[in-house]
């Protein structure tokens, strides 16, 4: 079965109109080979009515391979998501969404398209993506934590976790945020680059979006509103968890899961300089090379660290917008939905 038969059973059962697939993962990143499998993710639009009656579903989910086996290249993985749930997933600046969203301007891996919905993106691209691309680095750092226990990182958490769990002995019970000033004098005493306090969504679901202020603690958000004693037990966690990890044997090592890295680390520092993401990558070359582990180990952590170094700076003075323009994605949801009965 082909992809467009997959498509047009999905809005037949549901009564949704697909209004973009794209063709995603390594096809879209330039980094596959003959044995690739095909990965799909595209938007739908749900019906006026089952919005109305919250009847509606945020993402569907269906893969040609039911074996529970790794896909072949004959196997077709589809990921449809609703317009909502895309917008929402691009005002966190999270990484597949952000994806979708720079597709649009590779016409050649698309397979399915609504020729005004693509428009009004294309032409109004920057309003929908914003400086939260926390969840692009916190993959980055993710990986960098799993393969590196030595270098500034992991010194600059052992700091951390030593200082902050000597002053939190008695106040476990305690909400996090009564320890903020003590956290605040830390950083004013010493210079934190991987630990910091940062302003970030916390509402869910319909209705004004509230912020909170959040200890990130090497790409990892803790709300002020959790217990010192959660805090403590999780950051203690992760020093442990460097700990356990070697970096020096290359045995075992997920280089498809570096290569991931390398790509998002590589995609942010583009967005920042020039606001847009390419698509096949730039470095596509370098990333398909490190995926199919010709690159040494020691070389790909040097650089995925470095370039952390250069994209976090970048971005603290970068110009992207700080919010999406929210009041324009909702005018389209609107417009979107309410066309569509």
Same mark, same amino acid.
């Given at each position: 079965?082909?992809?467009? $038969?997959?498509? &047009?059973? *999905?809005? !037949?059962?549901?009564?949704?109109?697909?209004?973009?697939?794209?063709?995603?993962? /390594? %096809? +879209?990143?330039?980094?596959?080979?003959?044995?690739?499998?095909?990965?799909?993710?595209?938007?739908?639009?749900?019906?006026?009515?089952?919005?109305?009656?919250?009847?509606?579903?945020?993402?569907?989910?269906?893969?040609?391979?039911?074996?529970?086996?790794?896909?072949?290249?004959?196997?077709?993985?589809?990921?449809?998501?609703?317009?909502?749930?895309?917008?929402?997933?691009?005002?966190?600046?999270?990484?597949?969404?952000?994806?979708?969203?720079?597709?649009?301007?590779?016409?050649?891996?698309?397979?399915?398209?609504?020729?005004?919905?693509?428009?009004?993106?294309? $032409?109004?691209? &920057?309003? *929908?993506? !914003?400086?939260?691309?926390?969840?692009?680095?916190?993959?980055?750092?993710?990986? /960098? %934590? +799993?393969?590196?226990?030595?270098?500034?990182?992991?010194?600059?958490?052992?700091?951390?976790?030593?200082?902050?769990?000597?002053?939190?002995?008695?106040?476990?019970?305690?909400?996090?945020?009564?320890?903020?000033?003590?956290?605040?004098?830390?950083?004013?005493?010493?210079?934190?680059?991987?630990?910091?306090?940062?302003?970030?969504?916390?509402?869910?679901?319909?209705?004004?979006?509230?912020?909170?202020?959040?200890?990130?603690?090497?790409?990892?958000?803790?709300?002020?509103?959790?217990?010192?004693?959660?805090?403590?037990?999780?950051?203690?966690?992760?020093?442990?968890?460097?700990?356990?990890?070697?970096?020096?044997?290359?045995?075992?090592?997920?280089?498809?899961?570096?290569?991931?890295?390398?790509?998002?680390?590589?995609?942010?520092?583009?967005?920042?300089?020039?606001?847009?993401?390419?698509?096949?990558?730039?470095?596509?070359?370098?990333?398909?090379?490190?995926?199919?582990?010709?690159?040494?180990?020691?070389?790909?952590?040097?650089?995925?660290?470095?370039?952390?170094?250069?994209?976090?700076?970048?971005?603290?003075?970068?110009?992207?917008?700080?919010?999406?323009?929210?009041?324009?994605?909702?005018?389209?949801?609107?417009?979107?939905?309410?066309?569509?009965?």
């Amino acid at each position: 079965m082909k992809i467009e $038969e997959f498509i &047009k059973n *999905f809005e !037949n059962q549901y009564n949704y109109r697909v209004v973009y697939v794209t063709q995603y993962g /390594s %096809k +879209l990143y330039g980094t596959d080979n003959p044995n690739s499998d095909t990965d799909y993710k595209g938007i739908f639009i749900p019906n006026r009515d089952s919005v109305l009656l919250k009847k509606d579903i945020e993402h569907y989910n269906f893969n040609s391979n039911d074996n529970n086996t790794k896909n072949s290249k004959d196997d077709i993985d589809l990921q449809l998501f609703s317009i909502y749930k895309w917008f929402t997933l691009l005002k966190k600046g999270e990484t597949g969404a952000m994806d979708i969203l720079f597709s649009l301007f590779r016409e050649d891996s698309q397979v399915y398209v609504d020729a005004e919905f693509t428009k009004v993106m294309k $032409e109004n691209y &920057k309003r *929908f993506y !914003n400086k939260n691309l926390h969840s692009f680095l916190g993959y980055c750092v993710g990986q /960098s %934590k +799993l393969y590196n226990v030595r270098g500034e990182r992991f010194s600059e958490l052992h700091r951390f976790v030593e200082y902050f769990n000597a002053m939190a002995k008695e106040q476990g019970d305690e909400k996090l945020e009564s320890m903020y000033p003590q956290i605040e004098e830390m950083f004013r005493k010493e210079n934190y680059k991987y630990i910091q306090f940062i302003t970030a969504p916390i509402s869910r679901g319909s209705g004004e979006v509230k912020e909170g202020v959040y200890v990130e603690v090497l790409g990892k958000k803790f709300l002020g509103t959790v217990t010192v004693g959660y805090f403590s037990e999780k950051i203690t966690e992760m020093e442990e968890q460097f700990g356990n990890r070697a970096r020096a044997s290359a045995k075992g090592v997920d280089y498809k899961a570096l290569s991931h890295a390398v790509r998002v680390i590589d995609e942010v520092e583009e967005l920042i300089d020039n606001g847009f993401i390419t698509f096949p990558l730039k470095n596509r070359a370098y990333v398909t090379s490190v995926k199919e582990g010709r690159e040494n180990l020691e070389d790909v952590m040097n650089y995925i660290d470095k370039k952390l170094n250069v994209v976090q700076e970048k971005l603290a003075s970068s110009d992207l917008a700080e919010r999406s323009d929210e009041a324009f994605m909702d005018a389209l949801l609107l417009k979107f939905v309410g066309e569509y009965e």
